[in-house]
């Protein structure tokens, strides 16, 4: 039974890895964009939110 435990663990937690990679890779290509837009306000907004999920 611990064995069980053990494996979805770790599927728990690749899974929660390979969200947290697709969020950050979201959230720099928007910033990406917001810079060749000169969007002072969008980029202002995706640091917060980058500070507020820690990925900078």
Given at each position: ?56
């Amino acid at each position: 039974m611990f064995r069980v435990n053990k494996n979805q663990n770790s599927k728990v937690q690749k899974a929660a890895s390979a969200h947290r990679d697709s969020l950050q890779k979201s959230l720099e290509h928007r910033l990406e964009v917001a810079r060749a837009n000169g969007d002072e306000d969008l980029i202002r907004q995706l640091e917060q939110e980058a500070s507020y999920l820690r990925l900078n």
